[in-house]
């Protein structure tokens, strides 16, 4: 009799009479095998064990949280893997862990609304009653739950009773909770979806695929200190009433109301930049959440939201807070709910909403009247529901207002910039505010929100379904890191390829390569932490030490025609942080030789030069979740290479600067923490994260990085310019946040930005154009913020920005516009500045529609300056019941009293007397201020040694 089935044997006997199974039954080695499951999936998995091959038969009657829990903890011992359950429902009568590297996996068919759920399905026992019980699944950092359903077979739908969170990513008193996965999840009837603990802090929580009905919150996020990604959500009752299990409510039953009730969709708290894309929330109380921390308080969420959906629910997206910093969402459709976007009591910040449609039974829009939001509508429409904004200000330009009159209602203490908007009947603004408002129907000139192709996580496996293990016979290549693997990889690469492809597989350790290694066509090299992170210790290390101080020499792995690389992680194990800043050069680590080649999950840390798409063409390369840290280059794309994609970089100085902690591994070449700061401070300096060239119709999204000289680089290669198109970039801790030194005709555009600049240097800029540049880059929804010296320098062609928001525009000046460089700002917020422009900068700055402070320019000599307001709201005349035009506005500005937008004006008249008693020392003040300002502009000099900030900012 085998081992395997004595063990099987003993197994079945101890669950049969004890319904447990013996600490040491899961103690054996791995199988590994590639798993070909019942429905489609995305890539390719290697499991390590079954759990029906130890005694979890998914009956949904025997309980086998022992077997799960047992299996897991051998995979967190031997270094990370996946844990296989197949097609079944499994009962888990308590809770289970998930330890660092490990993924438990099922089989998973994406759910339709209304119809039965199949596949994998863990059922839910423990907690009922208590909220604050242990969840269901509780995950350390760089683990992933996937492809499975959870049903709480005892939630009735006429009787919904509280239970723990299903997932928690975050285990309570353990150091780290970074990057933990949960994709392709079917919540059945979960009270709680997923929640981002509260008591441990981390960063970037990965969330894509979530759908089910969800009770009481869907997924709440907070306590996050690095950018997550929740994307690809559906929620709605449909999908318990439809899922042909036990105790499943019909459809249009009292658990609706419940839920249109009590339910939330999403929950954003401290969310520090969060992404959050292709979100569907119907028949909630709430669907979007934007709300004060409960971890941290005093922290609000900011970040970007594209595509979302909302039907149904009582209110689509209700702000309780609005972030300083500014939050974006573009996209955004409201259906058939009462009230479409409400902005609570006492916010503030800027709200962007770009591109959106709004059909509501009461509100569209509301805004408190204690609110000081200024909230940006661009290019949206709103169909049904009014729009009542009582506080705050709002900007509405080139949208179209359908709904019945009087369309817009601005009163108490609100104001407004309304321009080139259309109306389906006649105009009809109801402005009873104290506030003078500036309304102009004209057109508006602003080009069209441009569309973005839907970012699906896409398909890519080799040419055959066939699995080599690099550490078996005859390979036999050592996962000691000591041993040099270089002939045994390539050799199982090469057995692969001459067989019609496969996928080459390696198991968890550290695999040391002095020499290259090539990937042939038709091949996966596939290492066993195929999760989206940054490298934090477990899974498969390929460890490069060929061409030291030879950057010109062969990259380090090169990737066929038609192949690929996923759940890897390479490491310099000479790169010391000692040597820096006379850091070593290597040639590029990653290089595609062709096209069609695909980069997933992929961690760098301590690499010189990042992936090289230059070099070869490489049309249709595919770039997900490529992470960690590069000193140089991270990426570089052009050789002429069109139609590629790179979504989801997401690189920070940290994971190299903090890698002897035991939360990002504890690297042998590692900085000390006290010793690190050369590591942030040659990424400053030396560091260009993304450069384009010579390439067409580029895609990026959703790509981040902290800590470089420059984010994103476009650059002229054998006379041509990139051309394509960017949703949700994010850079923070830059020098220069953007670069642009060359595009292709079509120019380039980039929606949901998020910029960050800091340290005040003389060179530090959200965005500088090049002399050379000849084309146009446009902005539509971006947020900038930090401590450059100036925000902007165009030198050459044309900067359009659209719903834009300058926190701090520059701590000297905005912009700084030279040559034939033309600056085109609509619709947007720029904070308070010592001066809008350099000298002679007016001609070429044109700027309508905005809250700007025009200090220290003359306005009568820009190129345009129409309907713009400043950050002062100005009180009507007592006796002016009139809507203002903006000749109107000029001339009340000249004999009205200032206050802060939006302003609470005490109506009492000896008051409004003393501040009229005021006015002419003010305009005296303003006068000298104003002389003063221009000869500073006119000399054009700046002593930088006594002004902004100095330190950098370490995230």
């Known amino acids: 009799m085998s081992k395997k089935l004595l063990m099987m044997l003993m197994l079945i006997f101890c669950i049969a009479h004890l319904g447990v199974v013996p600490v040491s039954a899961a103690k054996t080695a791995p199988e590994w095998k590639l798993i070909e499951p019942a429905y489609e999936t995305a890539d390719t998995f290697v499991a390590a064990y079954s759990v029906r091959d130890f005694g979890a038969l998914g009956d949904g009657e025997t309980d086998v949280t022992a077997i799960f829990q047992q299996l897991l903890d051998e995979l967190g011992t031997l270094g990370g893997g996946t844990l296989f359950v197949p097609e079944g429902k499994y009962a888990i009568k308590g809770s289970l862990l998930i330890p660092k590297g490990v993924t438990l996996r099922g089989e998973w068919s994406k759910p339709v609304r209304g119809q039965p759920v199949k596949g994998t399905i863990l059922m839910a026992y423990a907690g009922r009653g208590d909220e604050n019980a242990a969840p269901l699944v509780t995950m350390e950092p760089s683990s992933a739950i996937r492809d499975l359903s959870i049903w709480y077979p005892e939630q009735l739908p006429d009787q919904i009773t509280p239970y723990p969170p299903a997932i928690v990513f975050g285990k309570p008193n353990y150091f780290g909770n970074d990057f933990c996965n949960a994709k392709n999840i079917t919540f059945i009837n979960a009270y709680t979806g997923l929640m981002f603990s509260r008591e441990n802090g981390g960063s970037s929580p990965v969330l894509n695929g979530l759908y089910g009905t969800l009770l009481s919150r869907g997924v709440e996020i907070d306590n996050i200190a690095d950018v997550g990604r929740i994307e690809w959500i559906d929620f709605s009752p449909d999908y318990w009433s439809g899922s042909g299990l036990p105790n499943a409510p019909a459809a249009g039953s009292a658990y609706e109301q419940w839920i249109y009730e009590n339910g939330t969709g999403i929950v954003m708290r401290r969310n520090d930049w969060s992404y959050t894309g292709y979100i569907t929330i119907d028949g909630y109380n709430r669907g979007f959440h934007l709300g004060p921390s409960i971890a941290s308080p005093g922290s609000?969420?900011?970040?970007?939201?594209?595509?979302?959906?909302?039907?149904?629910?009582?209110?689509?997206?209700?702000?309780?807070?609005?972030?300083?910093?500014?939050?974006?969402?573009?996209?955004?459709?409201?259906?058939?709910?009462?009230?479409?976007?409400?902005?609570?009591?006492?916010?503030?910040?800027?709200f962007q909403l770009n591109g959106s449609d709004i059909n509501a039974s009461l509100h569209a829009i509301a805004v408190d009247p204690t609110s000081q939001t200024k909230l940006i509508v661009q290019q949206s429409t709103v169909a049904g529901g009014d729009v009542a904004v009582a506080g705050g200000t709002l900007m509405a330009s080139d949208s179209d207002f359908n709904n019945a009159a009087p369309q817009i209602r601005i009163t108490d203490s609100a104001r407004a910039i309304l321009t080139g908007n259309r109306f389906s009947g006649t105009p009809d603004i109801e402005d009873t505010s104290k506030?003078?408002?500036?309304?102009?129907?004209?057109?508006?000139?602003?080009?069209?929100?441009?569309?973005?192709?839907?970012?699906?996580?896409?398909?890519?496996?080799?040419?055959?379904?066939?699995?080599?293990?690099?550490?078996?016979?005859?390979?036999?290549?050592?996962?000691?890191?000591?041993?040099?693997?270089?002939?045994?990889?390539?050799?199982?690469?090469?057995?692969?390829?001459?067989?019609?492809?496969?996928?080459?597989?390696?198991?968890?350790?550290?695999?040391?390569?002095?020499?290259?290694?090539?990937?042939?066509?038709?091949?996966?090299?596939?290492?066993?932490?195929?999760?989206?992170?940054?490298?934090?210790?477990?899974?498969?290390?390929?460890?490069?030490?060929?061409?030291?101080?030879?950057?010109?020499?062969?990259?380090?792995?090169?990737?066929?025609?038609?192949?690929?690389?996923?759940?890897?992680?390479?490491?310099?194990?000479?790169?010391?942080?000692?040597?820096?800043?006379?850091?070593?050069?290597?040639?590029?680590?990653?290089?595609?030789?062709?096209?069609?080649?695909?980069?997933?999950?992929?961690?760098?840390?301590?690499?010189?030069?990042?992936?090289?798409?230059?070099?070869?063409?490489?049309?249709?390369?595919?770039?997900?979740?490529?992470?960690?840290?590069?000193?140089?280059?991270?990426?570089?794309?052009?050789?002429?290479?069109?139609?590629?994609?790179?979504?989801?970089?997401?690189?920070?100085?940290?994971?190299?600067?903090?890698?002897?902690?035991?939360?990002?591994?504890?690297?042998?070449?590692?900085?000390?923490?006290?010793?690190?700061?050369?590591?942030?401070?040659?990424?400053?300096?030396?560091?260009?994260?993304?450069?384009?060239?010579?390439?067409?119709?580029?895609?990026?999204?959703?790509?981040?990085?902290?800590?470089?000289?420059?984010?994103?680089?476009?650059?002229?290669?054998?006379?041509?310019?990139?051309?394509?198109?960017?949703?949700?970039?994010?850079?923070?801790?830059?020098?220069?946040?953007?670069?642009?030194?060359?595009?292709?005709?079509?120019?380039?555009?980039?929606?949901?930005?998020?910029?960050?600049?800091?340290?005040?240097?003389?060179?530090?800029?959200?965005?500088?154009?090049?002399?050379?540049?000849?084309?146009?880059?446009?902005?539509?929804?971006?947020?900038f913020w930090g401590a450059p010296m100036y925000g902007v320098t165009v030198d050459n062609g044309n900067l359009k920005l659209q719903a834009v928001h300058f926190r701090n525009p520059g701590d000297w000046g905005f912009a700084k516009l030279m040559n034939d460089g033309k600056l085109y700002l609509d619709n947007s917020v720029i904070g308070s500045t010592k001066a809008l422009l350099n000298?002679?900068?007016?001609?070429?700055?044109?700027?309508?529609?905005?809250?700007?402070?025009?200090?220290?320019?003359?306005?009568?000599?820009?190129?345009?300056?129409?309907?713009?307001?400043?950050?002062?709201?100005?009180?009507?005349?007592?006796?002016?019941?009139?809507?203002?035009?903006p000749a109107a506005e000029e001339k009340a500005v000249e004999t009205a009293a200032p206050t802060e937008a939006p302003a609470h004006s005490d109506a009492n008249t000896v008051v409004r007397n003393w501040i009229y008693a005021g006015i002419g020392l003010v305009v005296v003040l303003a006068a000298v201020s104003f002389v003063l300002i221009r000869r500073y502009r006119g000399s054009d000099k700046r002593d930088h040694n006594h002004g902004g900030p100095k330190s950098k900012e370490m995230k």
């Open 300 to 350: 609000i969420p900011n970040g970007h939201n594209y595509e979302l959906t909302f039907t149904g629910n009582k209110t689509a997206i209700y702000a309780e807070t609005v972030s300083g910093d500014g939050v974006m969402f573009t996209r955004v459709h409201i259906q058939d709910g009462e009230t479409g976007i409400a902005v609570g009591p006492g916010t503030s910040g800027v």
């Open 435 to 783: 506030f003078i408002s500036t309304i102009d129907h004209s057109p508006v000139n602003m080009a069209k929100l441009p569309v973005f192709p839907d970012a699906v996580p896409e398909t890519h496996k080799p040419a055959r379904m066939a699995l080599y293990v690099a550490t078996e016979a005859p390979f036999r290549a050592k996962n000691d890191g000591k041993t040099d693997n270089t002939a045994a990889i390539q050799a199982v690469l090469d057995k692969a390829a001459a067989e019609g492809g496969g996928v080459v597989f390696l198991p968890p350790g550290k695999y040391k390569v002095l020499g290259h290694l090539t990937v042939p066509t038709g091949v996966e090299l596939k290492g066993s932490v195929d999760n989206s992170t940054v490298p934090t210790g477990p899974g498969s290390v390929l460890e490069a030490y060929a061409d030291r101080d030879n950057p010109k020499g062969e990259p380090f792995l090169k990737l066929s025609e038609r192949s690929g690389v996923r759940g890897i992680t390479i490491n310099y194990p000479e790169q010391l942080a000692s040597q820096l800043p006379n850091i070593a050069s290597y040639p590029y680590t990653v290089q595609a030789a062709g096209k069609d080649v695909y980069i997933i999950n992929v961690g760098l840390r301590a690499v010189y030069n990042g992936v090289d798409l230059f070099t070869h063409k490489a049309d249709n390369h595919y770039l997900d979740f490529v992470t960690g840290h590069v000193f140089r280059n991270g990426v570089k794309v052009g050789g002429g290479s069109e139609g590629g994609k790179i979504y989801n970089m997401h690189f920070n100085q940290i994971v190299y600067a903090a890698g002897s902690e035991s939360k990002f591994g504890e690297w042998p070449n590692a900085p000390s923490m006290d010793n690190n700061k050369p590591v942030y401070e040659y990424g400053y300096n030396q560091l260009d994260f993304m450069i384009l060239g010579d390439v067409k119709d580029e895609i990026l999204y959703n790509n981040f990085h902290y800590g470089s000289r420059s984010g994103l680089l476009l650059a002229e290669e054998n006379g041509r310019g990139p051309t394509g198109i960017s949703v949700g970039l994010g850079v923070d801790g830059a020098q220069k946040g953007l670069v642009f030194e060359g595009a292709g005709e079509a120019g380039f555009d980039l929606i949901n930005s998020q910029i960050v600049s800091i340290d005040g240097g003389e060179e530090t800029r959200y965005v500088e154009i090049g002399e050379r540049f000849a084309s146009e880059i446009r902005f539509y929804s971006a947020d």
């Open 839 to 885: 000298a002679k900068g007016e001609p070429k700055l044109f700027a309508q529609s905005s809250i700007i402070n025009s200090i220290g320019t003359y306005v009568k000599e820009m190129g345009l300056w129409r309907n713009n307001q400043t950050h002062n709201a100005f009180a009507k005349a007592a006796e002016s019941t009139s809507k203002p035009t």
